[in-house]
Structures are given as C-alpha cells and as structure tokens.
C-alpha cells in the first residue's frame, strides 16, 4: 500500500498551512475544514455552480468553495464569492452580475475570525 502524500503545488501546500495556523490562532473551525477539504485530491475536490450559490447563500454572507466554482446558472444578488480555483465564463458573470470574488488569501486577511462565511459544496 502506498503513502498518501497530499498535493504536491507548493502554493497549495502553502495556503493549506496557512489556514491552519490561522485556525489555531483564531480558534475559528472554519478555516481547519477549508485546509482540509484542499488537501484533498483534485478529483474528489467540490465543483460547485453559480447557482447553488444564489440559492443556499443568505443575505450578508459569504460563499466559501474550497475547489471549483463553474459557471452553470446566474446570480441575482449581489453575492461575494471566495474560491480556490474559478473557470474563466464564471468570473465573467459574476462581474456581470456586480457581484465580487475574492481569493481565499483575500478572505483570510478580510476576515480572520470567518464571521457570516457558508463553506458550500
């Protein structure tokens, strides 16, 4: 049986050990469960669609997809959307919709205590 090495992306690994030290700085939970659905592997990872957002995401909250947000859907809110990786058609209409997108080091910076955040996927 062979060894699970994790992902091998240098600025993955990185992030993933900066979420972490920030959990445990924080207390905050969040950021522990975003590190560890990244150090999963690619294909097991969560894709998620502009349209899951706009229904599960309440007013004032942020949408957390620690994978792949893709472009099926539209958004009729103004939503702010953090992601580890985005397709390039769902960052044209989440500018077209006047929505924002935020990286996860942006978040983590923003907001280090993950108040009104929604991990979804």
């Known amino acids: 049986m062979t060894k699970r090495t994790g992902p091998t992306n240098q600025t993955l690994k990185l992030?993933?050990?900066e979420?972490?030290?920030l959990s445990s700085k924080n207390n905050v939970n969040l950021w522990k469960r975003i590190?560890?659905?990244l150090e999963k592997p690619t294909r097991i990872r969560r894709k998620v669609n502009l349209y899951k957002i706009d229904k599960t995401l309440k007013d004032g909250e942020t949408?957390?997809?620690?994978?792949k947000l893709l472009s099926i859907g539209n958004l009729t809110k103004k939503r702010e959307i953090v992601a580890y990786q985005a397709s390039e058609a769902a960052l044209k209409k989440i500018?077209?919709?006047g929505s924002s997108?935020?990286?996860l080091?942006?978040?983590m910076h923003k907001n280090p205590k993950g108040n009104k955040v929604r991990i979804i996927g």
């Open 19 to 21: 979420l972490k030290k």
């Open 105 to 107: 080091q942006e978040l």
């Open 101 to 103: 997108f935020m990286t």
């Open 35 to 37: 590190a560890s659905d």
């Open 63 to 67: 949408a957390v997809v620690p994978g």
């Open 95 to 97: 500018q077209a919709s």
């Open 15 to 17: 992030l993933i050990r």
